[in-house]
């Protein structure tokens, strides 16, 4: 399996454990919530028996209190948390960015700061074999900051500030997008939107306890009798308990950030270094942030403080993520003292000069081959089919015309099952464009449509994946790239159906939709029947299953079973996705090469499983549609 596959489910499984870790810190700031909340509430009605809510009792009756106390502290957290929770869920990383005040980038901005970071971010995502994540920018912000969010690598958005656009340079910008899409393949956004859920819950009480102090102790109009204003001034006290159990919550929360997120801002820094092969630009970008600042002024900055690329809160008793210094002594030690000569305060005159001085040089730098594929890919592809890749409709449009045929007369034919005429006329022109593309470079414009195809409205998506179908099936044939393109497209514009039944937590629950895939690939790979044999057998021995297992029939393996195959595979469990796909690999790779048509097929299926596609060349080929 690609070191990148490897990457993605370990990180998985390290996400499970924090996640773990995350519940039971919870757990405790919720203990001690409810521990806060009781002594408090006990102390102000105590003092203030008039409310009449007694909760200053012995014996049994205290303990009937306490669980009171409990079930009322369970309920506004988990209220608090559940709407939080639906928030996130509905608009996931999307909806954390719009919160912090960013905006969309528009594809066709004007901005030469934003479309140079619509390009790095394009780059890196397609260097680094996950979707082109949406770009926001935090317009208002002029600390140097980032942040990526999102519940899975194919949903995920990278949010950046103004000040960092504008304050660093390409390869600066470069070493923080990897950074942040670090974090997008090690399921870090996941774990962090969990977090925000939370800790949301947490600070609900505050939000409670608020709302009875203004009742408490509103203004007194004089219509209230002396008696009933003892019992809301009552109310009062009980507010001021709750908002300061309330503060401990949110104190728990920043302790449980401060817990999850510190350890993986220094692995995210080492990955994107590993990535990009040039440690000196995301120093250069640390070095700016500890001279110019990274604060977010955002009321919302304290919830999402730990997505940041750096402190986003002025606290540095408490920060999220390590010192500045340490991040750049470990991730450039060569650059370490002549950048760190430049932390103190500047005045404002000296800080042109000392951008210059103390700038990075990627002179002699050698950029990874998967960041220089990239910048290649993006580079041959025409100006027009990049701007139409960015907006929902055209984006459909680009994405049917990836399938038209080269040939007029196939063309044609092909276009005749898009039924809207507008849309044909549009299909027809993009197809005639994209018709010198090869098809590496329809890939990365797939790739470039990502964002735009995720805001397609449900009916629009369902009607795209019906035209791919009707124009990979009009030549009475489907291609590899064609089931490719469909099985991507689908992934992202169809809303999955909820699992049905239990989730296959080994591979002899899905061998049988095993043996469908792998024996595609081995037969993608050889004409001849031993050969075949052989790369099945590579494939069973990296998915450890066992017994001996015999390939299936050419003709019996179609694209619609792949489909049924890689749906069931898709509903197991993270170590059977594993298996399945190290299996995948090891039959591709069987005879020391992977050819175009397998590597499109290994990309459908990463994309069909929700990982990172692993790293390798598409090209042309052909499943069979004959069914057994």
């Not at 919720?30 to 002594?39: F, P, R």
């Not at 899409?181 to 939000?207: C, E, F, I, K, P």
Request: net charge neutral.
């Amino acid at each position: 399996m690609s070191r990148a596959t490897l990457d993605f489910f370990a990180a998985q499984a390290a996400a499970r454990r924090r996640t773990a870790v995350l519940a039971l810190l919870f757990a405790l700031a919720w203990v001690g919530t409810i521990a806060v909340v009781y002594g408090l509430a006990t102390l102000a009605l105590g003092l203030h028996p008039g409310l009449g809510l007694g909760l200053v009792r012995a014996g049994a009756d205290r303990t009937r209190d306490l669980l009171g106390v409990a079930g009322i502290v369970s309920l506004v957290t988990a209220g608090g948390a559940l709407v939080h929770g639906v928030r996130l869920a509905s608009g996931g990383g999307a909806s954390v960015a719009e919160l912090l005040g960013g905006t969309r980038v528009d594809a066709g901005t004007a901005d030469p700061a934003e479309r140079q970071l619509l390009n790095v971010v394009e780059e890196m995502a397609i260097a680094a074999g996950v979707p082109v994540p949406t770009v926001y920018v935090l317009a208002r912000e002029e600390g140097i900051n980032a942040f990526a969010a999102g519940f899975a690598p194919d949903r995920a958005v990278v949010a950046v500030t103004r000040g960092a656009i504008e304050a660093l340079t390409r390869d600066e910008l470069q070493g923080v997008v990897a950074h942040e899409l670090s974090h997008v393949v090690n399921s870090d956004t996941r774990l962090n939107l969990q977090l925000m859920a939370l800790v949301g819950g947490l600070t609900w009480l505050a939000l409670a306890g608020r709302f009875l102090v203004r009742i408490g102790f509103g203004r007194d109009d004089g219509r209230v009798r002396l008696r009933a204003r003892r019992s809301v001034v009552g109310l009062g006290l009980l507010g001021v308990a709750v908002w300061a159990a309330g503060s401990v919550g949110a104190f728990f929360g920043l302790l449980i950030r401060l817990a999850v997120s510190r350890t993986r801002e220094h692995l995210a820094d080492a990955e994107a270094v590993q990535f990009t092969r040039n440690p000196d630009g995301l120093a250069g970008a640390l070095a700016k942030i500890a001279r110019q600042g990274s604060v977010l002024h955002s009321p919302a900055a304290p919830e999402a403080a730990h997505l940041f690329f750096a402190d986003g809160l002025a606290s540095r008793l408490l920060a999220t993520h390590p010192p500045i210094e340490e991040r750049i002594r470990r991730i450039a030690p060569h650059l370490a003292a002549r950048l760190l000569a430049a932390l103190p305060p500047v005045p404002p005159a000296e800080e042109e000069r000392l951008a210059a001085a103390f700038a990075p040089s990627t002179a002699g730098v050698t950029l990874a081959p998967q960041v220089v594929r990239a910048r290649a890919l993006l580079a041959g592809i025409p100006p027009a089919l990049a701007v139409a890749a960015q907006a929902p409709a055209s984006a459909g449009a680009l994405a049917r015309a990836l399938l038209v045929d080269r040939d007029d007369t196939a063309r044609a034919g092909q276009l005749a099952s898009v039924q809207e005429a507008a849309l044909r006329a549009e299909v027809g022109r993009l197809g005639a464009a994209i018709s010198g593309v090869d098809r590496a470079g329809r890939m990365a414009l797939l790739d470039l449509a990502a964002p735009a195809l995720t805001r397609l409205a449900p009916a629009d998506g369902e009607a795209l994946v019906r035209d791919l179908r009707a124009l990979a099936a009009a030549d009475g044939r489907t291609s590899v790239f064609e089931w490719a393109v469909q099985r991507i497209v689908a992934r992202r514009v169809v809303p999955r159906a909820p699992r049905s039944g239990g989730r296959a937590r080994s591979v002899e629950d899905v061998q049988v939709e095993c043996l469908e895939v792998l024996s595609l690939l081995a037969w993608l790979g050889s004409s001849e029947g031993p050969s075949a044999q052989a790369a099945l057998d590579a494939g069973v021995s990296a998915l450890g299953a066992s017994g001996p297992w015999r390939i299936l029939p050419r003709g019996r393996v179609g694209a619609a079973r792949l489909e049924a195959a890689l749906t069931a595979i898709d509903a197991a469990a993270p170590r059977v996705k594993e298996r399945v796909l190290a299996a995948c690999e090891a039959c591709a790779g069987a005879d020391g090469r992977v050819i175009p048509e397998e590597g499109e097929v290994l990309r459908a299926i990463a994309a069909s499983l929700g990982v990172p596609a692993p790293r390798v060349e598409g090209g042309e080929g052909e499943v069979r549609a004959a069914e057994a």
